[in-house]
């Protein structure tokens, strides 16, 4: 049966990710800031053993590995989705440096690495050995043409060299690193204004997924299929 490790799957996009593979007959190991307040999550559990919830907090360096210890197995895809926007200051060039800005380089940018590096020779073990990370158009540089959230750019910028370097590195273990941007999604983070909902957004990045093949190794891709610019 194959098997998806998820970050952040207790709400939003990560939570309908788990979802739809559960519905699909897959294993998901769900890893989460807080697996006692994951309610949505849990009644999600087929109560077949498929669904198992981990303790994961992304803003410690050394949740991956901890999180190795408890993940047995090959891996078909590791989703590193967990991602926080960062603070309001980061709107204003002259407040946006700020030690909250550290914090979600952590988050957004480090932690995904750390991931990759503890589970990468699982995912190498796997059937489908994909490697996706939950990226942003707002990573973009070429895209850029509104100015404003340094923060979020920047960490998903640095993901995306992240992403970049990886599927160079990995690439003889015969692993697919995918670097997505969901589109603008109805999710707490996302707001009500988004224009796709959560099941929209998966059905596409999983459509992505099933297709992963080397030539898509290492590129940027909105859930709508299309390639996105740097
Ligand atoms: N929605 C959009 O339009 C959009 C657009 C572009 C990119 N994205 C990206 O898509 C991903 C998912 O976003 P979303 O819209 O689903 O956001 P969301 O509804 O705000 O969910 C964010 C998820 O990340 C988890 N998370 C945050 N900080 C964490 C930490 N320190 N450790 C572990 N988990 C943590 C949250 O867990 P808690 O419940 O514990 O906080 C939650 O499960 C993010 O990487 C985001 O940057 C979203």
Redesign the pocket.
């Known amino acids: 049966m194959p098997h998806a490790l998820i970050?952040?799957?207790?709400?939003?996009?990560?939570?309908?990710h788990a979802r739809q593979l559960l519905e699909r007959t897959w294993t998901i190991t769900a890893?989460?800031?807080?697996p006692d307040?994951?309610s949505d999550l849990k009644a999600l559990d087929p109560g077949d053993g498929r669904l198992r919830i981990v303790k994961?907090?992304?803003?410690?360096l050394g949740?991956a590995e901890s999180l190795k210890s408890q993940v047995e197995g090959p891996i078909d895809i590791l989703f590193?989705?967990?991602?926080?926007?960062g603070p309001a200051s980061q709107n204003d060039y002259r407040t946006a440096a700020s030690e909250e800005f550290l914090d979600v380089i952590?988050?957004?940018s480090v932690?995904p690495l750390a991931l990759a590096g503890a589970f990468a020779d699982q995912v190498a073990a796997s059937q489908m050995k994909v490697i996706a990370l939950?990226?942003?158009?707002?990573g973009s540089i070429a895209d850029n043409d509104s100015g404003g959230r340094y923060v979020?750019r920047a960490s998903?910028a640095a993901l995306n060299a992240v992403g970049k370097s990886l599927s160079v590195d990995l690439k003889d273990k015969g692993i697919t690193v995918l670097i997505l941007?969901?589109?603008?999604?109805?999710?707490?983070?996302?707001?009500p204004n988004?224009n796709?909902t959560?099941t929209e957004?998966v059905d596409g990045q999983l459509d992505l997924i099933a297709r992963a093949n080397p030539a898509m190794n290492g590129r940027f891709f909105h859930s709508n299929g299309q390639d996105l610019p740097w």
Do not use: F
């Not at 939950?134 to 707002?138: E, I, V």
């Open positions: 970050t952040g799957a207790n709400r939003g996009i990560g939570l309908e890893a989460v800031r807080d307040a994951a994961y907090d992304a803003s410690d949740a590193a989705n967990a991602g926080v926007m952590r988050i957004n932690a939950q990226s942003s158009r707002m979020y998903k941007h969901p589109g603008w999604v109805r999710t707490d983070m996302g707001g988004g796709l959560v957004c």
